[in-house]
């Protein structure tokens, strides 16, 4: 299977502060399975440890180097379909992962309960 993480989940895999489902734990801690971040994510995670809504440790990247994710960049496909998305969610960064969840036929791994109006597979944290 591939998954590619939200921004809030990425975060508690790494820092394990909040509990994930058992699902998503598996999923995510099967070697069998592709976990993909995307660039967006961490440009999301960048921007809010620059204004101060988010803290980080200071090994965080090579704490993401360390987890055997792949990166996942962001095309011109993907920010094309990002404009054919209806309005059922705001946020940038979400409407960009949800975009290229369904380019790419990515199963989007989020507790953030807007994505289940989307086309897309998903598996609750």
Same mark, same amino acid.
């Given at each position: 299977m591939?998954?590619?993480l939200d921004t809030h989940v990425l975060l508690w895999w790494l820092n394990d502060d909040q509990p994930l489902s058992t699902k998503s734990t598996a999923t995510i801690s099967n070697g069998r399975n592709v976990i993909f971040v995307s660039a967006v994510t961490i440009w999301e995670i960048q921007i809010k440890h620059a204004i101060?809504?988010?803290e980080l440790p200071d090994n965080f990247r090579d704490s993401l180097q360390q987890g055997s994710f792949e990166y996942l960049d962001?095309?011109?496909? @993907?920010a094309f379909a990002v404009g054919q998305l209806p309005m059922h969610h705001r946020d940038p960064f979400d409407r960009m992962l949800i975009a290229q969840a369904q380019v790419e036929n990515l199963t989007l791994i989020t507790?953030?309960?807007?994505?289940? @109006?989307y086309s897309v597979s998903l598996i609750e944290a």
């Open positions: 591939n998954c590619l101060g809504k988010l962001v095309t011109p496909t @993907h507790r953030d309960a807007q994505f289940q @109006h």
